[in-house]
């Protein structure tokens, strides 16, 4: 029982710590990405390796959500007669929610595990370590330039995820439906306002930090030698998911506070 | 290098290809709430907004024509909303068209429904205030409805008795259901009746060939219908009238005229006037009498004096000069 308490309390003080320490990091990346000199080209080499790398797998993904998403739903508003309203139900769900978030949390996994990965295999190399020695700022080249692409690429990665998604919807209206392109879109268009768009593109740009500063951190400071690289991989996946939910919240709360309520 | 440069263009590629739907999709959205539109803003004011939102549509003869902007409480009866409408169709909006707060389907948002007015009145211009009316709400609705529930339910009770009444026999209608007597007597009454029927067709067939034989033009019907004939009946009538009132006006001169004959008469017989003194006097008729010869004997006498003063004449006429006098007389008369 004391152990378990003990236990219990050392988590929660280990986590206010990693979480101190992660404010800290974050803290380092705001101070460090305006100072000369700018990584530019590594920058887009992170910026090409976590966009254009990972959209084939991000676009199909939101195409079959999409397509199934419009699936699934349809038999029921048929049911109900409001099948006038599936463009403009989809369209909102995909955009406002889905996508955005599907997205991060695909591109948590490949990008996320990939950095922590990276990095994680770089520090128990002491590959971090011969940087510093040789006078080059680690954190600046292999950090910065990560959260940095991964905050920038993200968005692009929802965008272009959020229109395959409604492709594939529209695909199902028209074999099923027998809706044309331009109806749908203009359901679609009818339907979104910027009160939708605009909070869930902003909510992407946080999503794309949160992926890159936990990815980052944990393989900036993996430990216990190559098990370890795993386990930062691991880590960062299920942080960033978990942070991910938590930014989603909040943004749907304040979203709510400030357009909706 | 290359392949760097290759992977630097794919990137731009996928950047750009991301950035320009975020922009297409902004501007289809801006489009759709006319934000990039040449719109102008109109006003209507209602007691009841029905839950209408800024941000919703208005539409116009069931196109979309704009979008609300603002809702404002000027008083607590009254609520201001600005309607920013398209100016494509704002010159369609005629001054007397109305406005109404309404569902845009049956579980839809509240939409701004602009009826049309008329071609009388101008166009609306930017800043005008447009009429508006309010729906009847869905509680109006439930009450009314649970006011005509409570009625029918009423109504059914008064109903149930009327018929507990017909079925065990009371009152009229229930002795016409329950009772056979009363049942065969109205079959009866019904046969009669049916019978009369069949009589009034026959006497009505009857009555439409005798209209019928109006139409013919030697009974007397037809001959009044004749127009020729109608109209010298007319003159006759009219002549009949005047003479009628020609009469009357003889009428009226004999019916004086026996009065003073009857005055005369009166006054004779009272031993006035002159009718009187003529017949009552014998002295008068006598001598009367007497200076009617003496004048035959005068008349007599003056004959033959003119017969004799012919004679004169003619002898005259043969003597000079006056033979000349009467020659020329005559020569004048020839001439003319």
Known sequence: ???????????????????????????????????????????????????????????????????????????????????????????????????????????????????????????????????????????????????????????????????????GSFLVEYLKGEVSFRFYFDEVFRAVKYTDLIPSTIKTFFFGFAIGLVGCYNGYYCKHGTAGVGIAANTAVVKTSLMLFIIDFVVALITDILFLS | MQKSFYQQLKLGVFVLTGIALLVVATIMIGQKQNLFGNSATIYAIFRNTSGLKEGNNVRFSGLNAGKVTKIEMIKDTVIMISLSINKDILTHIKKDSKAAITSDGLVGNMIVNIMPGSDSFGSVASGDTIQSFSRVSTDEILNTLSETNENAALLTVEMLKIAKEITSGQGLIGALVQDPKITQSVKATLFDIGKSANEAALAVSNLNAFINSFDQPDNLAGAIRDTVLANQLKNIILNIERSSAEIGQVVRQLNQTVKNADQAVINAKDGKGTINYLSNDPDLVTKIDHTMKNIDETVLEIRQSSQLLNQNLEALKNTWPIKNYFKKMEKTSQSK
Do not use: H
Request: aromatic fraction near 12%; glycine fraction near 8%; hydrophobic fraction near 50%.
């Open chain 1, 1 to 167: 029982m004391n152990y378990d308490k003990r236990s219990l309390l050392s988590g929660i003080k280990a986590f206010i710590a990693e979480t101190g320490d992660m404010a800290y990091f974050a803290g380092r990346f705001f101070r460090e990405v305006f100072k000369r000199p700018f990584e530019f080209k590594e920058f887009l080499r992170q910026c090409y390796n976590i966009g254009n790398r990972s959209f084939l797998l991000v676009g199909i993904t939101g195409f079959i959500i999409g397509l199934v998403f419009t699936l699934q739903s349809r038999p029921k508003m048929v049911e109900l007669g409001a099948d006038a309203w599936i463009p403009s139900m989809i369209a909102l769900a995909i955009i406002r929610e889905i996508g955005p978030l599907f997205t991060a949390l695909i591109s948590a996994g490949r990008i996320g595990s990939a950095i922590g990965a990276e990095l994680g295999s770089m520090r128990v190399t002491e590959q971090i370590d011969a940087m510093e020695v040789s006078g080059t700022n680690p954190f600046k080249y292999l950090v910065v330039t990560r959260i940095l692409a991964s905050t920038l690429m993200i968005p692009v990665l929802v965008i272009l995820s959020n229109f395959l998604a409604l492709y």
